[in-house]
């Protein structure tokens, strides 16, 4: 009879336990997948507000061209981490795998462009391209790309 009220006080104890545990791991997921969320709004918050457009591209030479690039966004964007992509359409390379470089004109100097400003991205060649229609393709930094095709 004695052994009845110590084995339910047993069990009592051991599932208020078993709870305790269970609702601590629950909790720590639960604050985990929050943070996680909070981490991507922040981040397509930043992406959504950079909003960049290619204005123009001239071919100047056959290893010259020069994008002019406006900042239609929100928020001031550095145009050093653009991407850059030349070629014939629909095959474009990266500029630095063809040994090409690139300098960034901004009124005012520096290289990020303050939003509502026309950046100037001069485009240089080694070797020429082995076609009279090139492609440019700009890669801005929330991942967006727009292209441009010029002849000369």
Do not use: H
């Amino acid at each position: 009879m004695v052994s009845t009220p110590i084995t339910e006080g047993i069990l009592l104890v051991a599932s208020v336990t078993i709870a305790a545990v269970l609702s601590a791991a629950v909790l720590s997921k639960v604050y985990l997948m929050d943070s996680l969320f909070s981490q991507i709004s922040s981040i397509e918050k930043n992406n959504a507000q950079i909003r960049l457009k290619l204005v123009y591209l001239a071919c100047n030479s056959s290893t010259n061209y020069v994008v002019y690039v406006k900042n239609i966004g929100i928020v001031p964007v550095n145009l050093s981490s653009v991407d850059i992509l030349i070629g014939v359409p629909g095959s474009e390379a990266p500029l630095w795998l063809l040994g090409g470089s690139s300098s960034i004109l901004i009124q005012g100097g520096g290289q990020v462009l303050p939003q509502g400003s026309i950046g100037v991205i001069n485009i240089t060649l080694p070797n020429p391209l082995q076609t009279n229609i090139v492609s440019v393709r700009i890669i801005y930094p929330n991942g967006v790309s727009e292209y441009s095709v010029c002849s000369f």
